[in-house]
């Protein structure tokens, strides 16, 4: 045991110091304080009735909160036959969010060090470049919990696969199945396909050198064992999988249902929806300066006291904590500061002024085959980043490539780049150390200082060589500015002038303090290859320069003011005097239309009632349609009232405040109808809903005739029929009547998972007015019930819980045979006295 802790004791020190960079970083959320992300208020309203179900012990697949109705599988459900899901809640239940998230980041990117058999240092420097990338820590900050827990494995796959290639067949797949499955487990696809690209091009690189080197048979061994990974770990979240495929075919990423009044595309997302979040190709320049494009927007960090947008005003006399006030109001929402194309940013893509130039190096005298592994990797993440920038590209990939138009905010695909550019940096770090030819080294130091130098030095002196620092609609953002200022052009065309100077100051003072970095890390090694320090200390003092560079940029969008009391975190959204209104209603099942919110982007009104309205990216396709049909020019009454909108909210603009309207035309939970009229397509049924009686008429595609004909249809107007139990994914009903009748209920129709029966006996029903369900119903009295049980979701379960038992004997499998290989200490030959004597 004493021999296992000196062999082991350096990588137990840097994981000790790990964890007192996560405790001095995020002292606050040891403090039991969490992060007020605005994505996770978006969340906790989508949550909001399936919360309410767990409290009570009990789990639901589908909720009326959001959109009228949608399953869970996209916000929340367990998964408790998937042993993943318990190696998660594990590890949130050790470490507080988002600890937990930056911790597994630096083990998962140290291990990946470790396996390129670099020394605990350097590799612990490569992990902390990684992990303090500013867009993970953005991420962080924004909430988006699941996308930066999928980033955490990007790096141990990639450990996983190397040791495979390199002949550690089972270890190395069985920590590549175990470590995929817990990337499929973040559920964040997009992601997990960025990273399958870069895995294509290492696999294509290796089969290069395969061919090259007559080494097929050892290749496609590997492949075989990694081909075995990958199904496992598909296998372990086959429930996941298989409820996102079903159920992705009917959101906003499958196929449109309408045809003549549409613009959105036959499959897949909008191009322009999906390209919204395009890199722009000269903010790349944020990799090794990060303010060169002017930050976030709305602004991380306040103007500084010697503005120019400032001076504009106090030269007006105007007094300075109101010229202050002014021009932080005009930067944050006029004429702001960050000047790139997208509609808002959290902050920019900064991978470290040190990491930067030593990419740089890693190119002029790495050896590493990995290296082209890399570069292809950057180059094509980099020019699919730019998405509407470089639409050429773009276009290939999101009209070619199977899935690639499912994704949105394209810009996200850096994340890859983002550990690319750390594993070439540090590569090039060990060349130096190991490569006897100093003089060789020098030489190359010298080109990579001169290119990245040169660069930053131009970046201080003459920014707009390469910087406009202006907006395409400057012109238009000053104009509208002069229009608030009671048509002061004067003073706006001033204002334009000093946000421009601004900007510079910011990019120039980032530049600056780039160049210092560069200056240190390249006198760093400079000392090193002239004997000056050893490796060891070398080492070192990377990981100190690497963690302050990312630290201090990081600290602009990660500070103490963003961490916030729990109590105050759980009041962060109050209800107003028509929400507590509302609440006191109680019927278990009915709609609220807010027409003072954002239709699609509500994150206030489903934390208090079941909404027409709300916030998901994976919302129904006939809903958005019905919306954008039907809500967009004015708001049919119509469809409110086939969706049970008991209740109307309105805001008045000038007082903002809220008025309550109780609509008394709401058609209920359920309800009989007069009359079938039948419709040719989804068109013919969208421009049949736009005006009609929805409680005596029902709107039903052709394609569900022969089932909705199953009976006669004769009107009982003493008929009855009424809602008796509700849970969001298991409602009951009561009817009565003297002939047959046909059904509306204002639920949202999903066919993969909800079925009905009558009496206890399954029966068909149908889709009607659009997106409503409607069956017939017999004579008589009789209980209905509408269950929701997805076949993808409960067999998957099944398919997941034998996987996971063959996961795990996997692991152990490896883990015993690595024990079996490590030869036991030979122990110290003891001489015998009597032998001694005899000698």
């Known amino acids: ?57 009990t789990t639901i697949l589908w909720t009326n909160q959001i959109f009228g109705g949608m399953p869970t599988f996209q916000i929340w459900a367990p998964y408790p036959n998937n042993i993943t899901s318990h190696v998660v809640n594990a590890v949130k239940a ?38 303090f990338s500013s867009y993970n820590i953005i991420l962080l900050v924004a909430g988006h919990s699941n996308q930066a827990f999928a980033i955490a494995f990007f790096a141990p796959i990639i450990a996983s696969i190397i040791m495979t290639l390199r002949g550690n067949y089972l270890s190395g797949s069985a920590l590549a199945a175990f470590f995929l499955a817990m990337e499929i487990r973040s559920n964040h696809i997009q992601m997990t396909y960025y990273l399958l690209l870069s895995i294509i091009i290492l696999m294509c690189i290796e089969l290069f050198h395969a061919v090259k080197g007559k080494k097929m048979q050892p290749f496609l061994k590997a492949l075989g064992f990694l081909a075995g990974a990958t199904l496992l770990a598909i296998a372990v979240n086959a429930s996941i999988l298989w409820s996102t495929y079903d159920y992705g075919t ?45 930050g976030a927007l709305p602004s ?83 020019f699919l980043s730019f998405g509407r920038n ?60 001169g290119i990245v130098g040169g660069l930053t030095l131009i970046l201080i002196a003459v920014p707009t060589v390469f910087l406009s620092f202006r907006t395409d609609n400057h012109t238009d953002m000053v104009n509208y500015l002069a229009q608030a200022l009671k048509n002061d052009t004067t003073t706006a065309n001033e204002v334009g002038k000093a946000v421009i100077a601004d900007r510079m100051s910011l990019e120039r003072a980032d530049a600056i303090r780039t160049f210092i970095f560069l200056l240190v890390t390249f006198g760093l090694l400079w000392a090193f290859v002239t004997n000056k320090i050893k490796a060891q200390v070398l080492s070192i003092i990377l990981f100190i320069i690497v963690l302050v560079d990312l630290w201090q940029v990081d600290k602009r969008y990660l500070k103490e003011s963003n961490f916030q009391d729990k109590v105050e975190a759980a009041q962060a959204v109050a209800p107003r005097e028509v929400d507590n209104f509302i609440m006191k209603d109680t019927d278990p099942d009915f709609r609220v239309f807010d027409s003072g919110a954002d239709f699609r982007y509500d994150t206030f009104n ?14 129904l396709k006939r809903y958005d349609e019905l919306y954008l049909n039907q809500f967009t020019k004015s708001i049919n009454q119509d469809v409110l009232d086939m969706l049970n909108t008991k209740y109307i909210i309105t805001t008045d603009p000038k007082t903002n405040s809220s008025r309550l309207q109780r609509n008394q035309t709401a058609c209920g939970h359920a309800w009989f109808i007069k009359s079938v009229k039948y419709v040719k397509d989804a068109d013919e049924e969208m421009q049949a809903i736009s005006s009609f009686s929805p409680k005596d008429e029902v709107m ?88 929701f049980h997805p076949a993808s979701y409960y067999t998957g379960e099944g398919i997941s819980l034998a996987s996971s038992i063959l996961l795990v004997l996997a692991l152990g499998g490896a883990l015993f045979a690595e024990l079996k290989k490590k030869k036991p200490e030979p122990k110290p030959v003891v001489v015998k006295a009597e032998a001694r004597k005899a000698k």
């Open 390 to 449: 470089l639409p050429f590209l773009s276009d290939i990939f999101f009209n070619y490539f199977p899935l690639y138009n499912k994704f949105r905010a394209v810009e996200s695909i850096l994340a890859v780049a983002s550990l690319c550019f750390p594993i070439l940096a540090l590569l090039a770090v060990q060349e130096v150390i190991e490569n006897p030819d100093k003089k060789g080294i020098t030489k190359k130091l010298y080109i990579a200082g």
């Open 1 to 57: 045991m004493n021999n296992w802790f000196k062999r082991n004791g350096t990588h137990l020190a840097v994981i000790g110091i790990f964890l007192a960079i996560c405790f001095f970083y995020l002292t606050p959320s040891f403090q039991g304080k969490t992060l007020g992300q605005s994505d996770v208020i978006g969340a906790q309203s989508t949550q909001k009735e399936i919360n309410d179900y767990r409290a009570k012990d």
């Open 250 to 294: 009917e959101t906003i990423r499958g196929k449109s249902n309408l045809k003549s009044t549409t613009q959105e595309p036959t499959t897949g997302l909008d191009k322009e929806y999906a390209y919204q979040w395009s890199q722009g190709v000269g903010e790349s320049l944020t990799f090794l300066v990060p303010n060169a494009y002017g």
């Open 700 to 787: 039903v595609d052709q394609q569900y005739k022969s089932v909705a004909e199953a009976k006669t249809l004769a009107i009982d107007t003493n008929a009855t029929i009424k809602l008796v139990k509700y849970t969001p994914d298991h409602l009951t009903y009561q009817s009565g009547s003297s002939t047959n009748q046909v059904a509306v209920f204002s639920e949202i129709y999903y066919k993969k998972g909800w079925k009905m029966l009558i009496d206890g006996v399954e029966q068909p029903y149908f889709r009607a007015d659009y997106l409503l369900r409607a069956a017939n119903i017999p004579t008589g009295n009789h209980e209905i019930e509408f269950v």
């Open 94 to 131: 050790t470490f507080p969010n988002p600890v937990d998230t930056l911790l597994l980041l630096l083990l998962g990117t140290y291990f990946l060090f470790i396996v390129l058999k670099m020394n605990p240092w350097l590799a612990a420097a490569g992990a902390v470049a990684f992990t």
């Open 606 to 619: 489903p934390f208090f009632h079941k909404s027409i309205t709300g916030y998901s990216a994976a919302r």
């Open 300 to 382: 991380a960090v306040p103007i500084s006291d010697d503005s120019e947008t400032i001076k504009v005003f106090t030269n007006k006399g105007i007094p300075q904590d109101q010229a202050t006030q002014y021009a932080q109001q005009i930067t944050s929402q006029i004429i702001p500061l960050y000047w790139g194309t997208k509609p808002g940013t959290s902050g920019p893509f900064y991978f470290g002024a040190v990491i930067c130039f030593l990419f740089v190096l890693g190119l002029i005298i790495v050896r590493n085959r990995l290296k082209w592994w890399l570069l292809g990797t950057v180059l094509l993440t980099l």
